[in-house]
């Protein structure tokens, strides 16, 4: 029989207290109240809103004006590859220093501030590209900064007890989906406003977020704490003892599949639209975006709020149903959504479309942020697992987009939009497969 959720978390604590496993820095007496959450969540907002600007408009956007339509995806291609090595490197080794700083201000604040900066410094190169060297460079500034921001989510299992993650990773899932909206909706500021005041927009909201939460996290004085070595040799056989953990393994796994069937269609969702579905691009007859550019943007929003939606839901649903199941259903109801958009490629129905992808989104990354902290191998090494897991989580980058441009660009020599055709057969079948892996999770 399985274990109830309960069950677990009993076993877990009394196992925690006969070994003395947690570290002197973790604050775990007591609940977290929801305004605590709240603070530690804001600079999700910021965070978000300028992924997603960059993801689906900006870069998109910059890399077609400096390159030109013909070259466009394998130059996109290419700063993905950029982005996953920064990941490789930098999420690891900032986890591990970070389990291991011991400041006043704790052992993430200084990480959250630290990367930020350089990302502020990545947006300032970008703005001023007008090559794609240079574009290149700046791209990889701001992407090492985001990646070394990596400590910060160690604070979801450093500072909130078990029993209340899911209502935490509801509050944080809302502020990543109101920060995609905000994102989103940059495409339509273009209009309007140049490139760098867009980029200046997002700056002044990421610097403003980092500090609300920087100040509102109350992390213990490290300092005085019994300190940990940093080896070489130690490091290097930490990069793999989490893996050695089944339910650890399994999650992650999972979850690249997942993230990968995302990436797959996210990366060239404003090319699709130009492409395939093509402008005028009306909503119920009424037309919302003259460009595919501001056609992605639109495309959000009803994205995100269901997103929203889904983030708030995932504590009712995953308490009635269970997590993995929560699990199943999301996966499975954004692997259908993916199909309709191929086989259906009308504006109007993708819009209402994505409503439904978004809260299967939003429902599956809430549940999975809670359920990835409560079956991290070591509460030692939080920052430093997850820094592994978000490792895993970019190779969708390094695989899908290289392996989509060639796709696409092949599959325009034979009409009928099958490079895109494919790109959504092969999304919907990792959604399927990271679905299939939720069973082998035990406990839940």
């Not at 709240?38 to 910059?62: H, I, K, R, W």
């Not at 029993?163 to 940059?186: D, S, V, Y």
């Not at 200046?200 to 940990?228: G, K, M």
């Not at 299967?360 to 697992?385: C, E, M, Q, R, W």
Request: aromatic fraction near 12%; include cysteine.
């Amino acid at each position: 029989m399985e274990a109830s959720e309960e069950d677990f978390l009993l076993e877990k604590k009394n196992k925690v207290s006969i070994n003395n496993e947690y570290p002197p820095h973790l604050k775990l007496d007591g609940d977290m109240s929801v305004w605590s959450m709240v603070g530690l969540s804001v600079y999700l907002f910021g965070e978000s809103a300028l992924d997603t600007a960059l993801q689906f408009v900006l870069l998109p956007y910059q890399v077609s004006m400096i390159v030109g339509n013909n070259a466009k995806s394998t130059s996109l291609g290419s700063l993905s590859i950029i982005s996953t090595v920064v990941a490789v490197v930098s999420n690891p080794v900032s986890g591990y220093l970070s389990d291991r700083t011991y400041s006043k201000f704790g052992k993430r604040r200084p990480w959250l501030v630290a990367g930020v900066c350089l990302t502020l410094l990545g947006i300032f190169i970008m703005t001023i590209s007008r090559q794609f060297w240079l574009l290149a460079i700046g791209y990889f500034f701001e992407q090492l900064g985001a990646y070394i921001v990596c400590p910060y989510n160690a604070l979801l299992p450093d500072l909130v007890p078990e029993h209340q993650r899911g209502t935490a990773g509801g509050i944080m899932g809302c502020f990543i989906m109101f920060g995609n909206i905000f994102g989103g909706a940059i495409g339509f500021l273009m209009i309007k406003l140049s490139v760098w005041q867009v980029f200046f927009i997002l700056a002044v909201v990421l610097a403003i977020t980092t500090i609300i939460t920087a100040v509102s996290v109350h992390e213990q004085d490290s300092r005085n704490i019994p300190r940990d070595k940093i080896e070489l040799k130690k490091f290097v056989v930490s990069m793999v003892t989490p893996f050695q953990h089944k339910d650890f393994r399994n999650i992650v796994i999972s979850e690249l599949f997942f993230v990968l069937g995302i990436e797959t269609v996210a990366n060239f969702l404003q090319y699709f639209l130009a492409d395939v579905v093509k402008s005028p691009y009306k909503l119920l007859g009424k037309q919302v975006a003259t460009g595919a550019d501001q056609a992605a943007s639109f495309f959000t929003f009803p994205l995100y709020i269901g997103g929203i939606m889904g983030a708030i839901l995932s504590g009712p649903i995953s308490n009635y149903f269970s997590k993995k199941a929560a699990l199943c259903i999301s996966g499975l109801l954004v692997m259908c959504v993916i199909l309709l958009m191929n086989f259906i490629p009308i504006f109007t129905l993708i819009v209402f479309a994505s409503f439904v992808a978004g809260f299967g989104y939003g429902l599956y990354f809430s549940v999975n942020n809670a359920l990835t902290s409560l079956l991290l191998p070591s509460d030692k090494d939080n920052a430093k697992d997850l820094g592994l897991r978000i490792v895993v989580l970019t190779l969708p980058q390094l695989i899908s987009t290289p392996i989509i441009s060639v796709i696409l660009r092949v599959g325009q020599g034979y009409g009928h939009n099958l490079g895109y055709t494919i790109m959504f057969i092969v999304s919907a079948l990792y959604m399927l497969i990271g679905t299939s892996l939720v069973p082998f999770i035990k406990n839940r």
